[in-house]
């Protein structure tokens, strides 16, 4: 049952403009969870080591969830840290009341925005010298520590310090008096392939550089010093792998990056993808449906229009390709997706009218359709799918 509607949508919809008394649901809209959230958080610190802390990954507003959503049910749900891509996306959970470490995962690189880090109590992510030396500087004019996370790379090649050198980075960084390392991270690149417990592996090479690196700077005398590597694949792999702390992000939300075989918990779905049937109509056979025409009727057929389409997130790619859930029966989509509709064959259902309700993704009963199910259709991937949505769509929270 709908609970309430809150608006996370900078503030697009409030209750003093004309645009207050527009139901959410009156055209296609996300329904989330907060209880699944909560729960996926719980069920991940479940298989953890002892101690070990939990990031809630909320970048991409909460991978399409809404950031500020995710995070408070995250918190709620025994989250430590939140991590973001970017300033912007740290400074609206901060701007929201959220007081949790939030850490930027992305680099921050001008003493100006380092400066907004600082004073907005975030914490950054630093891969090179320079941008430690800009750090201290901020830290000794505003005499308080600055505190960040050092990044290694240890096979992404993207962030980070180049491990044959960060000894020597980090003996220099270590004199320096007005920073605080609290975190040293590195990143996997491929912890979802099939045989990542494989020793020769790529993710387990990995994972022993990372090792390798903070031996060599003798990390045991750094108790204060956070060591984390896992994404939401490497946590499920294996205890070895979570260090201090794990970074989540797809787990939370209740989808596995895993083969299901690799997969030892049991997760809640906590988005809802819905829209509303705008119009039915009949078509005669050989009658094409959508621009391109590539969908042809091979009978009579009986359509519904579907009020969401590619400006809401629904990729072109799928056309011909989805199916719809409603009351528990699946109904194939036709024709091209366009900007702000989809048509779907209703052929042989004698009980959908205008006005009513299908299930994009999610789940109804026993029947379901996840972004992963998308994906594979689309050649992409799960996270692809979710950060597409779109602002237009109302978020409607649920129980």
């Known amino acids: 049952m709908q609970s309430e509607f809150r608006n996370y949508q900078n503030n697009v919809i409030s209750h003093s403009s004309s645009l207050a008394s527009i139901d959410p649901t009156q055209r296609a809209w996300i329904e989330l969870s907060g209880d699944a959230i909560r729960y996926n958080v719980r069920q991940i610190k479940s298989i953890l080591k002892p101690n070990c802390k939990f990031m809630a990954v909320v970048k991409a507003d909460g991978y399409g969830h809404d950031a500020v959503f995710v995070s408070e049910n995250a918190i709620r749900g025994g989250a430590n840290q939140l991590g973001v891509a970017t300033l912007q996306e740290g400074i609206q959970l901060r701007s929201s009341g959220i007081k949790a470490p939030i850490l930027i995962l992305g680099n921050i690189y001008s003493k100006k925005d380092l400066l907004i880090c600082f004073k907005n109590n975030l914490v950054p992510t630093i891969s090179d010298m320079k941008d430690c030396i800009l750090c201290d500087e901020i830290g000794l004019k505003y005499k308080k520590q600055f505190p960040l996370h050092l990044k290694i790379d240890t096979g992404m090649s993207r962030l980070g310090f180049d491990t044959n050198y960060f000894l020597k980075n980090f003996r220099k960084i270590m004199n320096l008096q007005n920073i605080y390392v609290d975190g040293i991270y590195s990143h996997l690149a491929f912890a979802d392939e099939d045989n990542a417990l494989d020793k020769k592996s790529f993710t387990q090479i990995q994972k022993n550089k990372f090792i390798k690196v903070l031996n060599k700077i003798n990390i045991k005398k750094y108790p204060q010093i956070t060591k984390h590597l896992s994404n939401s694949a490497g946590t499920l792999l294996s205890q070895d792998f979570h260090f201090d702390m794990v970074r989540i992000g797809l787990l939370m939300y209740g989808y596995s990056p895993l083969s299901p075989f690799l997969n030892n918990i049991k997760l809640k779905p906590a988005l809802f993808l819905k829209s509303k049937v705008s119009f039915i109509k009949h078509i005669d056979k050989n009658i094409g449906v959508s621009y391109g025409r590539r969908f042809i009727s091979n009978k009579k057929t009986k359509i519904a229009v579907i009020s969401i389409g590619y400006a809401d997130g629904i990729s072109r790619k799928l056309s011909n390709k989805l199916n719809l859930l409603h009351n528990g029966i699946y109904y ?53 799918i979710l950060c597409a949505f779109k602002n237009r769509l109302p978020r409607v929270e649920i129980y």
């Open 332 to 384: 194939p989509q036709i024709g091209s997706i366009t900007m702000d509709q989809l048509m779907i064959d209703i052929t042989n259902s004698k009980n959908i009218n205008v006005g009513d309700t299908v299930l994009l993704l999610g789940s109804d009963g026993n029947k379901s359709i996840t972004p992963i199910d998308w994906a594979d259709k689309s050649s992409t991937i799960p996270w692809e």
